[in-house]
Structures are given as C-alpha cells and as structure tokens.
C-alpha cells in the first residue's frame, strides 16, 4: 500500500563511522561507539541512519575502495559488532541505510588482482579493459585537478583498465551478467542482516557502458530495475536511495515511472540553485528548480539535503552564479575543489545562524526527505587544511574534554578542530544540550515539527504568489490538511499579504511561535517575516492562492 512508504516521512542521518564515536580507545570511530550514541541520534529525532562504507578497504578514498563486500574492516569491528549494532538501532526504531558502491571495487580487492593476472582468468572480464591507449584516456574525470586520467595502464594485464574514479578504484562492467549477478549476492548478504536499504553510489555510472574512444556512453536502466526487482523479492518494504547528479528532464527514467527505479535520489539540482539564493537573495531560479523536478508519481521521492561528505557541486549552476555562490560562501581558492564546488560545513560557510536556521528550516520544508550530516546539528566547522574532501570529515564533537570525546587515543584517524571558533571546546554536543536557545536544541525541536508535518512527504504542493521578490511561500495539501510555509531570504525584515478570500473561517495558527493569526478587516493576512526569518503555518483550503 501506498500509506506503508516509511521513507516518505523519514528523517535521513548521515554518519561516517570512523569520525562518528571510538570505542575501543583506537582512534578509529566504530559499531562499539556508534551504538553508545543512538540514544543520542533517537533523542534527536532521526529514525534512519544512512552509514558511510565500512566493509575491509585500504581506505585511500575514504572507505569507497571497497576489498570485500562481505564484511567489516576490523578497525570497526566485526561482523558480529554489526550485528549487535542492527539490534540495539531496531530496539530504538532507527532503520539502517548503507552505501552501495559497485561502480568500483579497489585495486586491491581479490577479483581485479585475478582480473589482471591473465586473458583467461575468471574475474577478467568482471572489468573495463583496452588493449590500446584510447583517445580519451584524459577525457570524463570525476575529480578534474586531482584525477589525471580515466584510463591507466597495467604492466601485468598489459592492457589499460577503465576507472571513472581514482586510478585505484577500477570498475566494474556492468555488462557482464555475473557481475550483476553478485551485485544481487551482495545486496541480499546486507537485507539478510536486517539493513532497511541503500545509498547507491554513483548510479550514472553503474548504468554506462563505456568503451574506449566512445564519447557519450548510453545508459542501461533495465540494471537499475533488476536491482529494484530483487531489492522487492527480498525485502518489500527496502529502499534504494540514488545518488545522481543529473538533469531534471532525465530523473523520470531514474525514477521509473512504474514505480521500478530507484525510491529516493538526491535533489542535487534545488540543492545547487538554494545555494544561489542564500548567496544572492534571488529565490526566482530556485522557485524554477523546485518546478523543474516535480515528482508526479506517488512511489519516488526527492532526497532533500544542503551539505555531504563531498564538496557541494555547484556544477548545475551557470557560470555567473556559480561565482556568486563562490564569492559569497568560498571566495577562497583554498576553500574551493575541482574547479565546481567548495569543500566547506555549512556553518563556516554560511557565517551566521540567522542564515543557518534559514537554510535548514527551508531544507526542512521542501517536498521530499531531509538527510541530515553528522555535526551540523551543532554547527560543526571545516579543517582545510586538509586535503580535498577530509576537511569536511573531522570527528564529531562530542564534549570540551580531550579528542573533543571522540576518542581516548592520543592520535586520531583526523585531526579534531581544535583552534577557532569552531574549535570543539566552543561547539561540542554537552554544552548544547544544556544551552535552551543551542542549535542542537532548535534542530531538535525543527525535526519534530518536520515529523508532525506529514504533508511535506506525502502531499501536494504549489509555491505561492507574494508580491515581495525575496520570500519564497510554499503551500502543501494532504486530506484536507493544509500548510503555509514562508522564507525570508532578504537580510531585511519583510511583510507578506495573503489574502485568503474568506474571512472569519480560515485562521493561520503557527506552528513555531503557537498562536494563531487572523485575518484584518479586508481578510487578508499580514505576515511578517525577520530579516532571513521563517513561519510555519496550518491552514484550511488555500488552494485559490496558487498560480
């Protein structure tokens, strides 16, 4: 049945397990440390957690070198700790998400070693290979300044191997059934132990069949819906959740209009486009991305988010907005990667907490599922100083006492912040816990206001027209039950008029500040709005304001 799609009203947390909690004193996060904070994460309001690759990796790309897909890397512990770990989150009602990463595998994992080892091996075949150079060696780099090839040549197979990413991650063809047959293996391995989903990395190109010298690779979706159909047989109810950067006319296919592709993907489209506005105040190609990737079929759904593990692509942008954004949030040549993107938290990057209230209540009230990373509920800060994407990876702030609580080692798998403002002894969850007006407390309370508006998953909805250019009024109906939700993204205070055409009958009662608003005299609502302020509202039919 429809009403059974959990992850319509689901809150999304997304965690790294080696700078989430250590447990054991080693200075690697792990399942003995993650499981002594899901009180924590049940407290907060998440009820899915999303986790990071934490299977047996040489770990040169932050876990996504996978060496075996059928385990844990003993520096999280074992497959037994993982076990423990599912049990004590189903006690709690937190489902578990984990990454699925087979566009890839390492170079050191078992099958591209036998791969690489003969013409004739099993796992030969299981990879992308070229006898001669191809023409476009150089060419469809996934991180542009740092990647400096697409093709690499391997002295034992004497053949040149396909890797989208990393010269160490080669990957995997998609075209060979028994690949895709372990896919399904892998997939089942992970159902079977109680995971309520995945995060599919990557999924453009677990599609793609590429081919030396062959510029546009076409796309194979019928793969995506053989891992939908096996995800249905296994587990009914399990989700796949797709990362792809990709335009809004192509999303339908991902999505499947029969409801046989993908449940959830990341708006990576509004989420550049929102950033554009909270750098300019210009909500007019946001309120166009919104519109642009309407969903109109009931089973798929928009994973709504602002920051992740990776630097926040700006790619989608044009290029005078995308330096808008850059001069406003990463003017910085240091604070920017791969010549698209900037590689900051959000706090830092925002600079304010009027602007990070904004951002995360209007994240908040977009149709889809919020995906939450691990420390901006406490305005966690960046370390770049790091190299690429690690300055964003820092442990979690747990206290002002040593290793911010993250760990009893005296070395640590990152550098904890220590120095600046957001120096964990200045942000750190203890503190916010005990601070009413914290950041930590007003996420918590914006979580279950998220939770008690079902309407924003479930319903229809329609931006509003206001005669104030910088405010964006978003309008959900579901069963007769109705929300107004307004953002102010000018740095001055604004009033908005609706006019609800039947006075006496419809009052706006906000669900923020708990009082309801009445109309005046003419029947119109005055709304006022703080500069970068936001109201929730509930209301009757207000379906006669829509364009």
Not at 46 to 74: C, S
Not at 352 to 360: G, H, M, P, V
Not at 364 to 370: D, N, R, V
Not at 469 to 482: I, K
């Amino acid at each position: 049945m429809i009403e059974d799609l959990w992850y319509k009203n689901a809150i999304i947390y997304s965690l790294d397990l080696e700078t989430f909690m250590d447990g054991n004193g080693d200075g690697i996060g792990d399942f003995e440390g993650l499981c002594r904070r899901l009180d924590y994460l049940h407290a907060l309001g998440v009820d899915t957690v999303w986790l990071a690759p934490f299977q047996p990796t040489p770990n040169k790309d932050n876990g996504y070198d996978i060496r075996d897909y059928y385990g844990v890397d003993p520096q999280h512990g074992s497959s037994g700790d993982f076990v423990e770990f599912m049990h004590q989150a189903n006690k709690r009602g937190i489902k578990v998400i984990i990454d699925l990463v087979v566009n890839h595998t390492s170079d050191q994992h078992p099958w591209f070693q036998d791969a690489r080892s003969s013409e004739d091996a099993m796992h030969h075949d299981w990879y992308v290979w070229s006898k001669k150079k191809p023409s476009d060696w150089d060419e469809g780099m996934v991180f542009p300044g740092v990647q400096k090839a697409t093709w690499t040549y391997d002295k034992k197979a004497k053949a040149y191997y396909f890797h989208r990413f990393y010269d160490f991650q080669p990957d995997l063809n998609m075209n060979n059934d028994e690949v895709r047959a372990e896919i399904r293996r892998i997939m089942g391995y992970w159902l079977q132990l109680g995971v309520a989903g995945f995060r599919v990395d990557a999924v453009p190109f677990i599609l793609e069949t590429p081919a030396p010298g062959e510029a546009e690779p076409t796309l194979k979706f019928e793969y995506l819906r053989e891992m939908r159909r096996f995800l249905q047989w296994r587990k009914g109810d399990a989700i796949l959740l797709g990362e792809a950067n990709v335009l809004p006319e192509e999303t339908t296919q991902y999505f499947g209009e029969e409801g046989n592709g993908i449940h959830l993907m990341f708006n990576f489209f509004v989420n550049q486009h929102l950033f554009y506005a909270l750098a300019t105040g210009d909500i007019e190609p946001l309120a166009k991305a919104l519109e642009d990737t309407r969903i109109n079929f009931q089973m798929a759904q928009w994973a709504q988010f602002l920051r992740n593990h990776d630097e926040l692509d700006l790619g989608r942008l044009t290029e005078e907005q995308r330096q808008r954004v850059f001069d406003r949030f990463g003017p910085d040549e240091n604070m920017q990667l791969y010549h698209r993107g900037i590689r900051r938290r959000l706090s830092p990057m925002l600079g304010s907490r009027q602007l990070t209230e904004l951002a995360y209540s209007l994240m908040f009230s977009l149709p889809g599922t919020p995906v939450i990373r691990y420390g901006d509920e406490i305005g966690m800060g960046d370390d770049l100083s790091l190299p690429e994407r690690e300055a964003v990876r820092t442990p979690m702030q747990w206290t002002d006492s040593s290793q911010a609580g993250f760990s009893a080692a005296d070395k640590l798998v990152h550098p904890v912040i220590d120095e600046g403002p957001y120096a964990f002894q200045h942000v750190n969850v203890e503190a916010q816990r005990r601070a009413p007006a914290s950041l930590l407390n007003w996420m918590t309370a914006m979580m279950r206001l998220r939770k008690e508006c079902p309407e924003i998953g479930w319903g229809d909805w329609q931006i509003l027209k206001t005669d104030v250019p910088p405010v964006l009024a978003m309008h959900y109906n579901r069963e007769g039950q109705s929300l107004v939700i307004l953002h102010n993204f000018d740095e001055k205070p604004r009033e908005v008029l609706l006019d609800l055409k039947v006075p006496h009958e419809h009052k706006l009662v906000d669900l923020i500040a708990n009082h309801e608003q009445g109309a005046d005299d003419k029947g119109k609502h005055r709304i006022t709005l703080n500069a970068y302020g936001y109201r929730w509202f509930r209301a009757g039919d207000l379906s006669h304001l829509l364009h």
